[in-house]
């Protein structure tokens, strides 16, 4: 780890004042310490945001607040999450391991890193970190993307993002120019040559919390997601489903991947199978097969895709099942 | 029931590992590790990191002795020959300058061509009657191919030591699970006569092999001491741990089995590739062709084996070496033959049971053990029911019956015993089962018995905690020595040879219920019944302890460990436990250890066997065998992860 300097700024105008792309707001840690430690990131200052930014849940009637400093450990456990947003609670029960849960926040969460193997090695040279090629691309990609992949075939890590987005997130954040707010499908975005990272988040920006809209009710929702071993790993492939039923028919659904593209990848195609439609077994393959038309695999990854269609269908029985109980 | 005597103090954390001598003016020790699978060292420069703050000392090849290591190479080589050989070491005032400074010494690499297929080195071959005639009587021969990966310890604990020098003697607070393997490896490498060197390892958290042979890290310590002149604690990272602290080899084996329509075995063949790494340790040669010619009654096998010497880390022992990789083979084999022969699975491996071992010419001291373990497994899973998800696995060990030499004495004053050994806890309970053993023959209750054991000073010599060894190869001493310190307060014992004209081995029996799901590829492990032959059981708290974290280990083994490396850069990319998946608490089912006690008079005068190698042995083949009967997708290589059982 290099050397760096640390402050800890007594307003969030100092601390915004003190970032730029030499610098790091440091919350929870559990990604950005990782990256210092092997060399990926080199910060010449950490900036503390934790006595700055809001931390906790407030459920007003309509929608939710989560302050960017809510630890995932919080989302799991909060009531109203479990009972109104049951898809995001699912996620962060299955993210990471309860000691990360109970340390990283939110808004950490959606600034993370990929875990290519290739990328987190100090020793490998790759596109994302400024490099020339993705050795992932015809290397040992069996962890990698399948969708949306381009000069990077890494892809997001993050199991709160897609739920979040399933939900219509919106961020707040907070810049020089004082508070702005950005749709969270826009806050992803594909690296480009030009950013090469998954997130249009500004170097002396920072996230302040997520707004999630309301929504009726007989609103269902689940997180399902694939890994390695039955917890503490990053998802081989996941989905996050938002469901409304009217009657039998489709009327409203959100389904957003995880494990399988740069960022959190929403599944507009297999969406627009659903909307309007009756809710039946082969609606569902026909939508899991919408969300993959598209797929590009990999040498070692082809798996992923029956895989995802087999989440994408399990999510939408499951969810169909709970909405007719 | 009598717990083990150290688990409060390692649970409330008072327990003493290697890394915890916390002396006064100790320094951190830290190695340079090659950034290439194969170079030529041409100049290091170390003056940079020596000038820096709180570097006390630094080695490289130019500054310390051409100490040979691995036959053909030196402690800081000229040629490295895998990513994550040694190149360098400092000692410094903390383990962050220590870090920082690693980075500030200079080395131009000169890069050679390196290989990772790999150099055949001459094979190991054992043959009995005659392959051709085999293969003419049979009227059944499968034919089929099975691989195994790259597994790696990964212990708690990493390898380290703590070392200094107390005038011209040194002491080193090793990680170990064979302190006098490691006293004499170091004092030959450094010159120094071995009653000057003094290894102590109080407790260790888990070795599983690769802490059985002396690896450079303790001498380097001790150089580095030296060179300070003040104590140096070196610990490996888990980076280097999983780089360059040995690993279970991957496998390739080829082989035919023949059998007539009764099933009765008429040839066994198998040819064997194992990837050895780019040294040879001297803990890597696992016998992995040993299980092909003793488990099964056969007149005609040809077994031969051929190490690939790549520019990897080297591979070591791991938990029952050899016998892993061949069992998961050799036991998915037979089940595929029993369905061509229309046999039960089970039946087939009775009707080819064997009492004598063949490759010895000698019976068994228990030729009926594995007989009544599979008897206990198959009737609590009721066999003859068969049902889907349900698999099985039989296996031998070569080792458990004990390796003397050892010495041990007990004293015996006012109703209290203290027992001295030359033996190490791996971190099985042997100061536990050891009391125990004690206390019976001295007729007082095991808490009375003090165990001192981790140390070389008293020179009592115990043997190294492998192939099972230790219980089996000190029980019987302690006994005996006990017994005398009874009549006279103090004793000494040596521990008897074991019996010229029987062979002792270990063997067991699993079975595993587990169910699949086709659309996903998710594995969901039920239940894994174990029954294994150790002998008598001493203490079936950690003789239980045992068969759960063997059947663990196996399970990583089977479902979801694997080494990956990149074959154009010979990069190990999972050189860490994010990547490296180890099985979780989640990952593991209900494990039914259905021993029973088996005490095996012949084989010492206490009776007892070791416990720590046979569970991992036939888990893999189990779990392989029951996914088959789940699927009927017969996967031949481990680990069996989704991509392999998922539905195109």
């Known amino acids: 780890m290099r050397a760096f300097r640390y402050r800890v700024p007594t307003t969030i105008e100092q601390a915004v004042g003190a970032l730029s792309e030499r610098s790091r707001a440091l919350a929870g840690g559990t990604d950005l310490i990782t990256l210092m430690k092997a060399e990926i990131a080199a910060p010449e200052e950490l900036i503390n945001v934790k006595p700055l930014l809001p931390r906790g849940i407030e459920a007003p009637p309509a929608g939710l607040e989560i302050g960017a400093l809510t630890t995932l450990a919080e989302i799991e456990q909060h009531p109203v999450v479990r009972r109104r947003y049951a898809a995001l609670a699912e996620a962060a029960s299955l993210a990471a391991s309860p000691q990360i849960r109970n340390l990283a926040t939110v808004g950490g969460n959606l600034l993370q890193r990929p875990r290519c193997w290739y990328y987190r090695n100090s020793r490998i040279d790759c596109w994302l970190k400024g490099g020339g090629e993705c050795p992932a691309r015809d290397g040992e990609n069996r962890s990698h993307a399948i969708l949306g992949a381009g000069p990077c075939v890494a892809v997001h890590p993050s199991d709160v993002a897609p739920a979040l987005l399933a939900f219509d997130a919106a961020l707040r954040v907070h810049g020089r120019g004082g508070e702005r707010t950005v749709a969270l499908a826009d806050f992803f975005a594909l690296p480009s040559d030009q950013r090469r990272r998954e997130s249009t988040l500004g170097d002396d920006e920072l996230i302040l919390g997520l707004r999630l809209p309301p929504h009726p009710p007989e609103t269902v929702s689940t997180y399902l997601k694939a890994m390695d071993r039955k917890t503490w790993s990053f998802a081989l492939a996941g989905v996050a489903c938002v469901l409304r039923l009217s009657g039998r028919k489709v009327a409203h659904a959100r389904l957003v991947l995880s494990g399988v593209a740069p960022i959190p990848w929403r599944a507009e195609a297999a969406e627009r199978h659903l909307l309007g439609a009756e809710a039946s077994a082969d609606r569902f393959a026909a939508a899991a097969e919408a969300a993959v038309q598209d797929a590009m695999p990999l040498r070692h990854n082809s798996y992923k895709v029956p895989l995802l269609k087999a989440l994408i269908r399990n999510s939408l029985t499951a969810l169909t099942d709970l909405a007719c109980k | ?648």
């Open chain 2, 1 to 648: 029931m009598i717990t083990r005597r150290e688990g409060r103090a390692k649970v409330t954390g008072a327990a003493r590992y290697a890394c915890d001598a916390r002396l006064p003016g100790l320094l951190f020790g830290r190695i340079l590790r090659s950034p290439y699978p194969h170079a030529r060292v041409a100049r290091i420069d170390t003056a940079r990191a020596a000038a820096l703050p709180g570097v006390r000392a630094v080695l490289s090849a130019s500054n310390s002795p051409a100490i040979e290591w691995q036959q053909s190479s030196r402690l800081f080589d000229a040629t490295v020959r895998y990513i994550g050989d040694e190149v360098a070491a400092l000692a410094a005032e903390s383990p962050e300058i220590a870090e920082d400074a690693l980075g500030l010494i200079d080395v131009r690499y000169e890069p050679l061509p390196f290989d990772l297929a790999g150099r055949r080195q001459k094979p190991k071959a054992e043959e009995r009657g005659s392959i051709a005639r085999g293969l003419r009587e049979a009227q059944e021969v499968l034919e089929a191919e099975y691989r195994t990966q790259t597994a790696l310890h990964n212990a708690l604990e990493a390898h380290g030591c703590t070392a200094l020098w107390q005038g011209d003697h040194l002491v080193v607070h090793e990680s170990t699970q064979g302190i006098f393997a490691v006293r004499d490896e170091v004092a030959h490498k450094l010159g120094l006569a071995k009653e000057r060197v003094r290894i102590i390892t109080e407790h260790m958290g888990g070795g599983f092999g690769a802490k059985q042979v002396a690896w450079k890290h303790s001498v380097i310590a001790a150089l580095l001491a030296r060179a300070a002149g003040r104590p140096v604690q070196l610990m490996l990272d888990r980076n280097a741990e999983n780089l360059a602290s040995g690993n279970r080899n991957a496998t390739v084996q080829k082989l035919r089995l023949g059998a007539r329509r009764d099933g009765t075995l008429t040839a066994i063949d198998v040819r064997i590739d194992l990837e050895q790494g780019a040294y040879s340790t001297g803990g890597e040669d696992s016998d992995v062709i040993g299980t092909y010619l003793t488990l099964y009654k056969c007149a005609n096998v040809r077994a031969e084996q051929t190490a690939l010497a790549t520019h990897l880390g080297p591979a070591v022992a791991f938990r029952a070496p050899g016998y892993a990789e061949g069992n998961f083979a050799l036991e998915s084999a037979i089940d595929e033959l029993a369905e061509r022969l229309g046999l039960d699975a089970v039946e087939l491996r009775l009707r080819n049971y064997t009492s004598e071992d063949q490759r010895e010419g000698k019976p068994f001291t228990s030729p009926d053990s594995l007989r009544r373990c599979i008897a206990r497994v198959t009737s609590a899973v009721d066999w003859p029911r068969r049902r889907p998800g349900l698999g099985f696995a039989a296996h031998d060990w070569a080792a458990g019956g004990g390796w003397p030499p050892a010495e041990v004495r007990v004293e015996f004053r006012d109703g209290r015993g203290r027992l001295t050994v030359g033996a190490q806890d791996i971190g099985t309970g042997s100061r536990t089962a050891l009391a125990q053993i004690a206390a019976e023959a001295l007729g007082i209750p095991a808490d009375a018995v003090e165990v001192a054991l981790g140390d070389t000073a008293p020179r009592l010599y115990g043997p190294t905690s492998s192939g099972s060894a230790t219980l089996a190869t000190l029980a019987p001493a302690v006994q005996q020595a006990a017994r005398a310190a009874r009549e006279r307060a103090s004793a000494a014992a040596k521990r008897g040879d074991n019996p010229k004209d029987r062979s002792i081995r270990t063997c067991g029996a699993q079975a595993v219920e587990l169910a699949v799901d086709r659309e996903t590829g998710e594995v969901l492990l039920q239940r894994v019944l174990a029954a294994h032959d150790s002998g008598r059981i001493v203490n079936p708290l950690l003789h239980e302890s045992q068969v759960i974290g063997g059947v663990t280990q196996a399970i990583g083994y089977a479902l979801s460990e694997q080494r990956v490396v990149d074959a154009r850069l010979g990069e190990v990319l999972n050189a860490n436990l994010e990547d490296y998946k180890v099985p979780t608490v989640a990952d593991i089912p209900q494990i039914v250890n259905l021993s029973e006690s088996m005490p095996d008079a012949e084989a010492n005068a206490s009776g007892v066997k070791g416990c720590g190698e046979p569970p991992i042995i036939p888990t893999a083949a189990a779990i392989a065998n029951a996914i088959y009967s789940a699927t009927g997708v017969r996967v031949r290589e481990l680990p069996i992860t989704r991509d392999k059982l998922i539905k195109p």
